[in-house]
C-alpha cells in the first residue's frame, strides 16, 4: 500500500471536502495525485486478466441479453471460482483485492457481461462480504465468516414497494417475547440477488417503547416465511437475478441483528462507508466499462467510414466528439482514484458519494455522443447487424444499460440533493470553518500545468470560494435547516456545482501529477478539454443557482424554473390532474 494509506482512521486521507468546508483550495490537497505501487497493480492485473477469462469461457454476452437468463451453472461455477470473494481475507478463501482493485474487477467483468459484473459487485459491495468488517467480534461475525467461507451469495433487502428513500423501512422487526429472536414483516423490491440469495442483511425498523430503531437482520434464505414473490427484469442488465421478496413472519435470532440508536435512522459509520464503495462497485464500474467501449467502438467506427471522399476523422465535429470521449474517460478514472487509492474505509466520502453520478452522467453522454455517431447502426440491435453482416458491435444493449446505472443505487437528482444536504448541514452543525482568507497559496505542482490549465485551476479556486460563500449565504437566510432543505431545486444544484468541482480539481491534479512524473501521457491535453466542457456545465448550474436562490451580490433574478404552485396542486387530486391535461 502507499505510504498515504491511513489505516484505522488515525489520520483521515486529506480530502476535497477540506476545500469545501474552508472556501481555500489549497493544490498542496492533491499532491502527490494517488498511484498503486507496481505490485499491487501487478497483483490486481493478474486477477482481472484471470477473471476475464473465466467469463469469457462461460458466458455469451449476446446470448444472455436476448434471453434474459445467465447459462445453467453459472451461479454455481461462479462459488466455485473464488470471485465472490473479492475483498474477503484468504484465510476464508478470498481474494483480498483493495477496493480500487475491486473496482477494476467489476468493471472489466462488466465490459464483457453487465450482468456479470453486477452480480460481483452485489457480492462484494452491498452484501456481507461488504459488511462483514463493520461486525463487532461476536457471534455474528463468525456466523457470517462461516455462511461466506462455504460460499454464500449474498445481496441487501432495502427498497420497499413504498419507496427507497424513506428513513424508516416500513418492513417491521419485532422482538419476541422470549427476546431470542426478531419476527420480520413486510416486503422489499429491486433487490439484487435476491431469487438466488443465501445470507441477506435485510434493513427493518424495530418499534419499542424507546422509540424506533433502524435494524440490519442478516436473515437465513432457507428460513419459514422467506419467499420470492417475484423476478424483476429491466431494460439493461437483462439476466442480473433481482426479485421482489415477501417476509412473512421470518423469525432472525437476536445476536444477528445489529440495532441503531433510537430514534436515529442511520447506518453505523463503518456499513455507511460500505455501502457508498457498493455504490461505486454497482453503478460506476459499469460505467466506466461502457464509457471505455463506446471510445474503442468510435475510434473503430471512423477508421472505416467516409463522407464525400474523406476519412470521418478528418471533420472537426467528429474530432470534437473523439476528443470530448477521450476527455471524459480520462476524468472519471481520475474520479475513481482519488476516491479510492490511498484512502481509508471512512475516508473520502463526499468524492464517494459524488463519484456515482460524475461516472453514470459521464457514461451516458459519452453513449450518447456514440450513438449519434453511429446513425443508424447506433439503435440497431445485433441479431439484425449479424443478419446483414455489418459489425456485432452491441452499443444499442450498452444504450439501455447505461440509462439503467443513473437510477440504480438511488436516482441521480437524490444523490445530489443527499451531498447538498450533507454540505449543508456541516455549516449548520459548525464544522466548517471561517471564510478563506485569499485563495490558497501557490503549491510547486501546479508548475506540471499548461498555461491553459492553470487558468482552469485558478476558476477552481474560485468558485471553490465562491461556493462556501454561497452555503454561508443560505443558511443565515434559512436558520432552521430544514427551511433550506424544503428548498429541493437548491439543494440539489450545490450538489452538483460541488461535485463537478471535485472533478475538474481530480483531473488536474493528476495530470501535474503525471507531467512532474515525466509520463508521457496526454494528459494535459485531455484535461483542457475536460475543464473546458466542465466548465461550460458549472456555467449553467452556477446561473441556475442564482436564479432559483438570488446571488450572493444581492441581486434577484426570480426562479430558473416556472413551477407550479403548491398550493394549487395541493387542492387537486391525481385524476384531476389526469383529466384536466386534455380538457
Known amino acids: 500500500m502507499s505510504s498515504r494509506t491511513y489505516e484505522g482512521g488515525q489520520r483521515p486521507a486529506p480530502s476535497f471536502l477540506d476545500a ?26 493478474a486477477t482481472v486478466a484471470g477473471l476475464e477469462a473465466f467469463l469469457r469461457a462461460r458466458l455469451d454476452p449476446d446470448d444472455v441479453d436476448l434471453t434474459g437468463e445467465l447459462p445453467a451453472g453459472f451461479l454455481r461455477d461462479l462459488r466455485e471460482s473464488g470471485y465472490l470473494k473479492l ?43 461488504a459488511l462483514l468488517p463493520a461486525l463487532p467480534p461476536g457471534p455474528l461475525a463468525d456466523f457470517v465468516t462461516t455462511r461466506l ?54 434493513a427493518a425498523t424495530e418499534h419499542g417503547l424507546d422509540g424506533r430503531r433502524l435494524c440490519i437482520c442478516f436473515v437465513d434464505t432457507s428460513a419459514a416465511g422467506f419467499e420470492v414473490t417475484s423476478r424483476i427484469e429491466f431494460t439493461g442488465s437483462r439476466g442480473l437475478p433481482n426479485g421482489a421478496l415477501r417476509l412473512d413472519e421470518v423469525r432472525v435470532p437476536a445476536e444477528y441483528v445489529v440495532r441503531s440508536e433510537p430514534e436515529d435512522p442511520r447506518f453505523p459509520d463503518l456499513m455507511a462507508s460500505a455501502v457508498l464503495i457498493g455504490q461505486l462497485y454497482f453503478t460506476a464500474a459499469p460505467a466506466v466499462a461502457i464509457s471505455k467501449l463506446c471510445l474503442q467502438w468510435s475510434g473503430e467506427f471512423i477508421a472505416r467510414r467516409s463522407v464525400n471522399g474523406r476519412g470521418l476523422g478528418e471533420y472537426d465535429a467528429i474530432q470534437r466528439i473523439l476528443g470530448d470521449t477521450l476527455a471524459e474517460v480520462y476524468a472519471v478514472e481520475s474520479v475513481i482514484r482519488w476516491s479510492l487509492l490511498d484512502s481509508g474505509p471512512a475516508d473520502r466520502w463526499f468524492e464517494r458519494l459524488a463519484a456515482k453520478n460524475l461516472a453514470v452522467r459521464a457514461s451516458w453522454r459519452i453513449v450518447d455522443r456514440t450513438v449519434s455517431l453511429y446513425g443508424g447502426e447506433g439503435i440497431e440491435t445485433v441479431p439484425s447487424k449479424l443478419r446483414r453482416g455489418a459489425p456485432p ?79 454561508r449565504e443560505l443558511v443565515r437566510r434559512f436558520p432552521d435547516q430544514d427551511l ?23 483531473v488536474l491534479a493528476r495530470a501535474a501529477g503525471q507531467s512532474a512524473a515525466g509520463d508521457p501521457t496526454e494528459g494535459g491535453q485531455l ?19 442564482y436564479a432559483e436562490s438570488g446571488s450572493h451580490s444581492g441581486t434577484e433574478a426570480g426562479p430558473a424554473y416556472a413551477k407550479i404552485s403548491r398550493q394549487w396542486l395541493a387542492e387537486r387530486t391525481y385524476a384531476d390532474l389526469h383529466g384536466g391535461a386534455g380538457a
Open 527 to 545: 484535461a483542457e478539454v475536460y475543464c473546458t466542457t466542465a466548465g461550460h456545465r458549472l456555467a449553467d448550474l452556477w446561473r441556475q443557482l
Open 484 to 506: 433550506l432543505f424544503e428548498e429541493e431545486h437548491t439543494v440539489i444544484l450545490l450538489g452538483r456545482i460541488a461535485a463537478e468541482l471535485f472533478a475538474v480539481c481530480a
Open 393 to 471: 458491435v452491441p452499443l444499442e444493449r450498452r444504450l439501455r444499460d447505461a440509462r439503467g446505472l443513473r437510477i440504480a443505487g438511488n436516482v441521480d437528482f437524490q444523490l445530489d440533493s443527499q451531498a447538498g444536504r450533507k454540505l449543508l448541514a456541516r455549516h449548520y452543525s459548525g464544522d466548517v470553518g471561517e471564510p478563506g482568507q485569499g485563495l490558497g497559496a501557490e503549491h510547486p505542482a501546479e508548475a506540471g500545468l499548461s498555461p491553459a490549465n492553470r487558468t482552469h485551476l485558478g476558476s477552481a479556486k474560485q468558485q471553490v470560494q465562491r461556493f462556501h460563500e454561497k452555503c
Open 149 to 202: 467461507q462455504e460460499g454464500a451469495v449474498s445481496g441487501f433487502g432495502l427498497t420497499e414497494p413504498a419507496g427507497q428513500n424513506n428513513a424508516w423501512p416500513g418492513t417491521t422487526a419485532t422482538r419476541s417475547e422470549d427476546g431470542a429472536c426478531y419476527v420480520l414483516r413486510g416486503e422489499k423490491v429491486f433487490t439484487g440477488h435476491g431469487p438466488v440469495a443465501d445470507l441477506l442483511p435485510v
Open 87 to 129: 475483498c474477503l481475507d484468504a484465510g476464508i478463501g478470498g481474494l483480498e483485492l483493495s477496493a480500487y482493485d475491486a473496482f477494476r474487477a467489476v468493471e472489466r467483468a462488466a465490459s464483457w457481461c453487465m450482468p456479470a459484473g453486477q452480480m460481483l459487485a452485489i457480492q462484494a459491495g452491498v452484501g456481507a462480504p
Open 20 to 45: 469545501l468546508d474552508s472556501g481555500r483550495l489549497e493544490w498542496g490537497l492533491f499532491h502527490p495525485f494517488p498511484r498503486q505501487s507496481p505490485q499491487e497493480q501487478a497483483a490486481g492485473d
